[in-house]
């Protein structure tokens, strides 16, 4: 579920087969088409795709016996009813793993621009409420949400990870590439000012540049796995 270019789902079909099959959805055609073309690329069978809202799924009942969602919950503006599709289309027995971001102070690869740009009195601090990717980082906001949807979360974990980038410049070239709330930010901004934001973040992630010039950004997931009673 909110799979995008599918990922996720392609490491777990390995699991699935012989006899599972996955359906990868995403509320974006285009990255469910990206999807798509991905698992031709990878040779991939057992694996189908479809145009899905999280909060609002076609699929049947108790029709599936696991569900998938990495990155994408907190992302949801119906977020407490996505959850709740969640429980209605798993079986009772199945599970569902989910996959969020932790405290902002532990992910600085995501953090630094907007930081500087708060700094820079260019943009206002984010309502923790709104959707974004920080939405379930409070301790106990990931399990609250699952249990209010008639889950019951069984194990819940922080992931330590290191984003990785050839070099500074190449890390503010993706981070353009991967967050929405930074391009549009930058839309917005003379070219001084965007100048600005980059280099404010540029000396927040000194202390991760390698002494060949990459970067190595610690960070951190929190992941949760619910059972359907």
């Known amino acids: 579920m909110a799979a995008g270019p599918g990922d996720t789902g392609f490491l777990a079909l390995t699991q699935l087969q012989p006899g599972g099959h996955l359906l990868s959805t995403d509320v974006a055609p285009e990255m469910v088409e990206a999807a798509r073309r991905r698992a031709v690329e990878l040779g991939l069978d057992d694996v189908t795709f479809a145009v ?28 407490e009813t996505a959850a709740s599709e969640i429980a209605r289309v798993v079986r009772p027995g199945g599970r569902a793993a ?19 740009a708060l700094e820079l009195g260019l943009m206002e601090r984010p309502d923790p409420g709104a959707p974004g990717p920080f939405r379930l980082s409070a ?15 069984a194990v819940v974990e922080d992931v330590p990870m290191t984003w990785t980038a050839p070099s500074l410049g190449a890390w503010w070239e993706i981070s353009r590439d991967m967050s929405r709330m930074l ?47």
Do not use: H, I, K
């Not at 301790?139 to 979360?153: D, I, P, R, S, T």
């Not at 901004?189 to 190595?216: H, K």
């Open 52 to 79: 899905e809202d999280a909060a609002s799924l076609t699929l049947e009942d108790a029709s599936f016996d696991g569900v998938l969602c990495r990155w994408g919950l907190m992302l949801v503006p119906e977020m």
């Open 139 to 153: 301790e106990g906001a990931l399990e609250e949400v699952l249990a209010g949807a008639g889950l019951e979360v």
């Open 98 to 116: 989910v996959a969020v971001w932790a405290s902002p102070d532990a992910n600085d690869w995501m953090t630094a621009s907007g930081r500087a």
């Open 183 to 229: 391009a549009m930010l930058l839309q917005r901004l003379t070219p001084d000012e965007v100048e600005a934001v980059r280099e404010g973040a540029g000396r927040r992630l000194e202390r991760y540049v390698r002494p060949d010039g990459s970067l190595s950004v610690p960070s951190l997931a929190r992941v949760a796995r619910a059972n359907r009673p």
